[in-house]
Nanobody
Framework: QVQLVESGGGLVQAGGSLRLSCAAS????????MGWFRQAPGKEREFVAA????????YYADSVKGRFTISRDNAKNTVYLQMNSLKPADTAVYYC???????????????????WGQGTQVTVSS
């Protein structure tokens, strides 16, 4: 069992930055692949970024590539999402998620994740 708690959301002006954190409980955090997803009002949840259990591989949605960076610190049981050059279109509730066993190339799919956090609101004003 893994419990995930996101933090770091807030209100920021366009062009600004935020860093989201996702703290995980349990001793096996380092065996989980982690993902960030977001959901805007009236829209489906969408993939943002993912990172392999070791941190050696990262994946990004085209809409955030070059602006967002996912990273993890397995000693702290935490995964991060550094968000730069924020746009109003980035406004959403951001969720972190965890999964152990995967098929290669599927970390972008929300359906494969076993555990989810409660989400943190990010609002970007124009």
């Amino acid at each position: 069992q893994v419990q995930l708690v996101e933090s770091g959301g807030g209100l920021v002006q366009a062009g600004g930055s935020l860093r989201l954190s996702c703290a995980a409980s349990g001793r096996t955090f380092s065996s989980y692949h982690m993902g960030w997803f977001r959901q805007a009002p009236g829209k489906e949840r969408e993939f943002v970024a993912a990172i392999s259990w070791s941190g050696g591989k990262t994946y990004y949605a085209d809409s955030v590539k070059g602006r967002f960076t996912i990273s993890r610190d397995n000693a702290k049981n935490t995964v991060y999402l550094q968000m730069n050059s924020l746009k109003p279109a980035d406004t959403a509730v951001y969720y972190c998620a965890a999964v152990q066993a995967i098929v290669a190339g599927t970390l972008q799919r929300s359906s494969i994740y076993d555990y989810w956090g409660q989400g943190t609101q990010v609002t970007v004003s124009s």
